[in-house]
Nanobody, 115 residues
Framework: QVQLVESGGGLVQAGGSLTLSCAASGSIFSINAINWYRQAPEKQREWVATITRGDSTNYADSVKGRFTISRDNAKNPVYLQMNSLKPEDTAVYYC?????????WGQGTQVTVSS
């Protein structure tokens, strides 16, 4: 089993920055990739970014060039650096992974961007 805990959300003005963290515990050596998703009010959850075990990264078009997913040499936690934030980035941000065919989600952290 894997447990994921997000932190770092908050309220920021448009154009500002925030860094989210996703700390994993449990069977972390079985994790191949960590994903960030977000869900805005009354919208479906959408994928934001992925980092693989080999540190390859991929981003949704809506955040490419503004968000950076990374981790340090210890591989844990995973960070999501968010720059040039827009009101449309307002959402609950979740980290996610698959281990042995099971999906695991964190509890989410709220990001609110004011205009």
């Amino acid at each position: 089993q894997v447990q994921l805990v997000e932190s770092g959300g908050g309220l920021v003005q448009a154009g500002g920055s925030l860094t989210l963290s996703c700390a994993a515990s449990g069977s972390i050596f079985s994790i191949n990739a960590i994903n960030w998703y977000r869900q805005a009010p009354e919208k479906q959850r959408e994928w934001v970014a992925t980092i693989t075990r080999g540190d390859s990264t991929n981003y949704a078009d809506s955040v490419k060039g503004r968000f950076t997913i990374s981790r340090d040499n210890a591989k844990n936690p995973v960070y999501l650096q968010m720059n040039s934030l827009k009101p449309e980035d307002t959402a609950v941000y979740y980290c996610h992974t698959f281990v042995s065919g099971f999906g695991y989600w964190g509890q989410g952290t709220q990001v609110t961007v004011s205009s």
